[in-house]
């Protein structure tokens, strides 16, 4: 290993220094469910307090969402040079096919020209654990600036005659880029996946999503709220220096009992799954970045990353916010 190559280990740390996001033009709302099932706006609101969804049209694939989300990102991070990319994962459970990956795609299309880049599967915990994986490429030394996205085509694979899970799911895409800097700003991390619970939420052979949400509203209340504590612990910070809560937006009524459970005042929690729907992987990605956009987000607060679901996986992230 190279003297260099030695500085870069011991001197590299990770934080977040661009963002971006797209949601598809097109809106399904309550009332266009009631149309399709046995539902209806107040019900929904009263169950999981989303009030619409995006949809891609049927041309649209998740690799243009992530290519319009990183588009976004370049346009107003003008300073950002995609040729100097070194890695791009991609957190998807919907890529456009079994193989080229849909990174591959997203580094054609912003001219990447030498960089690794590959999908990453984790459900709702995966642009978490791409986060995880972006700071491990930087810590070894190995990668300096990484493009993480969440990206999600789940309107595809939702079932419209199931009213239960219909009315959850949007789609979306969100990116950041995590760069090598002396100080770090990843502060804390964990993991972890109970496969007992896999079945909860599956794609089916009709590549349908079914899920059990009651058993998994259970599984979250009962594990996500140690896992908070958690990061905080290893950070050695308390929940009262806790500026901002962003877990997965699978549901409006689920983070408010999280945030109850946690005695964190539901005011400090981020979502985006009031105008979004449950966008699995991008939805965190998509909350921090209407929080940012609307000046929510100040440099030097501490943000804690949560993202839980299907595996059933979890995985979190407290950091520094630096942009």
């Not at 969804?53 to 370049?74: E, F, G, W, Y």
Request: hydrophobic share 40%; glycine share 8%.
């Amino acid at each position: 290993m190279s003297t260099h190559l030695d500085r870069a280990v011991l001197n590299s740390r990770a934080h977040i220094t661009a963002i971006g996001s797209y949601v598809p033009e097109q809106v399904i709302t309550n009332s266009d469910l009631e149309k399709m099932v046995d539902t209806n706006h107040e019900w929904i609101v009263r169950r999981t307090g989303i009030e619409q969804r995006h949809q891609t049209n049927p041309d649209q694939t998740t690799s243009h969402l992530a290519i319009a989300a990183v588009h976004d990102m370049l346009a107003r991070f003008p300073s950002v040079d995609a040729t100097t990319i070194d890695a791009i994962i991609i957190a998807t459970s919907t890529p456009d096919m079994p193989f080229p990956s849909v990174a591959s795609q997203v580094q054609q299309a912003i001219g990447a020209t030498k960089c690794l880049a590959f999908d990453l599967s984790a459900a709702c915990a995966g642009f978490v654990s791409a986060l995880h994986a972006a700071n491990g490429f930087i810590l070894s030394g190995v990668y300096r600036k990484v493009l993480v996205i969440g990206a999600e085509n789940l309107t595809k694979i939702t079932d419209y005659t199931d009213r239960s899970t219909c009315i959850l799911f949007g789609d979306g895409a969100g990116a950041v880029l995590v760069e090598a800097t002396d100080v770090g700003a990843f502060l804390a991390s964990n993991a972890n996946t109970d496969g007992t619970g896999g079945m909860q939420v599956y794609c089916n052979a009709d590549n349908k999503i079914v899920q059990n949400g009651r058993e998994v509203y259970k599984w979250a209340l009962s594990t996500v709220p140690d896992g908070v504590r958690d990061l905080l612990g290893k950070a050695g910070l308390t929940l009262e220096e806790l500026d901002w809560f962003i877990p997965h937006s699978a549901n409006l009524r689920m983070i408010e009992a999280i945030c109850e459970r946690l005695e964190l005042p539901s005011e400090k929690a981020l979502q985006s799954v009031i105008r979004n729907g449950n966008t699995s992987a991008a939805s965190i990605p998509l909350a921090l970045d209407a929080a940012y956009s609307e000046g929510k987000l100040v440099s030097g607060q501490i943000l804690a990353l949560y993202g839980f679901g299907s595996g059933l996986t979890q995985s979190g992230l407290l950091l520094r916010w630096t942009l």
